[in-house]
């Protein structure tokens, strides 16, 4: 019987987790590209007509040219200043309305029926008097960003506060914690998961609405190179720029999920089989 050596165990052990977390990495790609097999599938048979949704391959060439081009480079920076600037922009406003209403009684009294209230407004129903408010510039595309992306944050935050177990707060009152440590030891990091909740929602609702805003007469960015696209019925073009939206927002919601498991390593989840 083959023995392994007591000093290359944790050796060995290190090689098997390093294997498994690169086996991990690479299972996230197992849905899209079965997606695109299908896809290529469809278009090679043409059960899907190429006027209809260009093939695969025609538009990985048309990404291509447009990368060799420096054209798609160009669009996507400036979706991501915009997409970045309202995230940032609406995720403090939300974390900070959702402090707010969480810790105090008249905070919510003030700012919770507000903000259930304009939830429920869709932010891009809110583009003609956006207008209105800020012109055609880049101020309307930034707002729209944050007024969408703010709700997710104050919703599952103030949630998560609220929800925290009363017994954490007889532990810190048995502790002899003041209040504002009782806040800043407790309840604000018992709130993080909440939060982090809302953080993924947000970024993802962040590039539903960029797609949108983009065509409120833009000359630039991503959603700018579609409408062009479709004014000339260029699908390739399209889809090019749905695929990046797309990797933008899986690439957005993977980083916060980093974050998130950076700063709550202490927070047990169930690890599906």
């Not at 919770?112 to 880049?138: C, K, N, S, T, Y």
């Not at 929800?163 to 002899?176: F, I, K, M």
Request: charged letters at 15%; glycine letters at 10%; hydrophobic letters at 55%.
């Amino acid at each position: 019987m083959t023995t392994i050596p007591i000093k290359n165990i944790g050796q060995v052990d290190i090689k098997r987790v390093a294997t498994r977390l690169r086996l991990d990495r690479l299972r996230v790609l197992i849905g899209p590209v079965a997606l695109v097999a299908v896809w290529q599938l469809g278009s090679a048979t043409g059960l899907i007509p190429e006027q209809t949704l260009a093939a695969p391959s025609t538009v990985i060439a048309a990404g291509g040219e447009l990368i060799e081009t420096g054209r798609l480079q160009e669009h996507l920076l400036v979706s991501l200043g915009r997409a970045a600037t309202g995230l940032a922009l609406g995720v403090a406003i939300g974390a900070v309305l959702a402090i707010v209403a969480g810790l105090f009684r008249l905070g919510e009294d003030l700012i919770d029926g507000p903000m259930q209230i304009l939830r429920a407004i869709p932010a891009l129903a809110l583009v003609p008097l956006a207008i209105v408010w800020f012109g055609i510039g880049e101020e309307v595309k930034v707002f729209l960003v944050v007024f969408a992306t703010a709700f997710p944050v104050y919703v599952n935050t103030h949630a998560a506060i609220r929800g925290l177990d009363p017994r954490y707060g007889e532990l810190a009152r048995t502790a002899e914690l003041g209040k504002f440590a009782l806040v800043r030891q407790v309840i604000l990091p018992g709130a993080l998961p909440g939060f982090f909740t809302g953080l993924r929602f947000a970024t993802a609702i962040s590039w539903l609405v960029l797609v949108v805003s983009e065509q409120i007469n833009a000359t630039s960015g991503i959603g700018y190179l579609m409408t062009q696209a479709r004014s000339f019925a260029q699908t390739d073009i399209i889809v090019v720029g749905l695929v990046v939206y797309g990797l933008l927002g899986l690439t957005s919601d993977r980083l916060v999920r980093l974050i998130e498991g950076r700063v709550l390593p202490w927070r047990r989840t169930f690890a599906a089989q």
